[in-house]
């Protein structure tokens, strides 16, 4: 069978290597490449992926809600995210579905345990946290709080949750026990503003950033060196494609060879 992935840029990807080792891992004969595909050919997406003759692909970033008009089927996980990153092909139709969320959450129940009696606060209110909340949910026996700094993002949710503005986090902070940053201020490198006081977090929480390019952010650098637990992004890559490929083959990945691969590729581009 034959998958890739398809973005722009796309050369960075680490997905490639990621499905090889699981495809080795299985003992079998797949391929998964790679395709560049700028914004203005995305037209074109249909002969380009025909004249690939792929049965399945991801979709990164830019073209997660482009690819919608494209499909003929979207599970209602997708349609409710309103984003997709990940497409089956059979019997010649195009069917989306979005392994975000349950990535996440697959890799932070596996990292940290049960979160069924833990209070979860996710900042951002964005394609990525919308996911991991949806997913979350099924999980949890509290109400989930999202903190934005725009409230109007939270209108067509259609979500039972309580929601904050960003600036209004402060007070509330330090009764959660699980923090998840899907925003780009874990990328601050000014500690004095991140919009999270790291100094009021409960020490016995868990800080999670999406973001596993660098492996510590400074958000979770600082939170870190106040002795407060921390969690990237990488399982949650890793979890994602593992989704995707049983949605392909219907057969469960081989995740041990997928992250290890990660790993071993993110420590070599570290020392280029």
């Known amino acids: 069978m034959k998958f890739g992935v398809i973005g722009h840029p796309i050369s960075h990807s680490l997905s490639p290597i990621m499905h090889a080792a699981n495809f080795e891992a299985l003992g079998r004969e797949d391929e998964y490449g790679a395709l560049d595909i700028p914004p203005e050919q995305f037209k074109h997406i249909k002969e380009i992926i025909n004249e690939k003759a792929l049965d399945g692909f991801n979709i990164t970033i830019p073209h997660k809600e482009s690819i919608l008009p494209y499909l003929d089927e979207v599970s209602s996980n997708a349609k409710h ?16 579905y979005n392994t975000d969320g349950i990535g996440f959450v697959k890799g932070l129940i596996e990292h940290y345990g049960s979160i069924q ?6 900042l951002g209110a964005g ?3 919308k996911g991991i909340v949806s997913e979350m949910q099924k999980f949890t026996n509290h109400k989930i709080t999202v903190a934005n700094r725009t409230m109007s993002r939270f209108d067509n949710w259609q979500i039972d949750i309580e929601t904050i503005s960003l600036t209004d986090v402060q007070s509330i902070i330090h009764t959660f026990d699980i923090i998840i940053n899907t925003t780009p201020v874990g990328m601050n490198t000014q500690h004095s503003e ?21 492996d510590k952010t400074p958000l979770l650098q600082a939170c870190e060196q106040a002795g407060i637990a921390i969690y990237n992004g990488l399982d949650m890559f890793v979890y994602q494609g593992a989704e995707s490929f049983k949605i392909w083959t219907g057969q469960e990945a081989h995740i041990e060879s997928m992250r290890n691969k990660v790993q071993e590729e993110l420590k070599r581009r570290s020392l280029c």
């Open 81 to 96: 995210i309103g984003a997709v990153n990940t497409v089956l092909i059979q019997d010649n139709k195009w069917i989306g």
């Open 117 to 122: 009696d833990r209070k979860i606060l996710v």
């Open 127 to 129: 394609g990525a946290s």
């Open 194 to 214: 991140f919009i999270i006081p790291v100094e009021k977090i409960c020490k016995n929480s868990l800080v999670c950033d999406i973001i596993y390019i660098p």
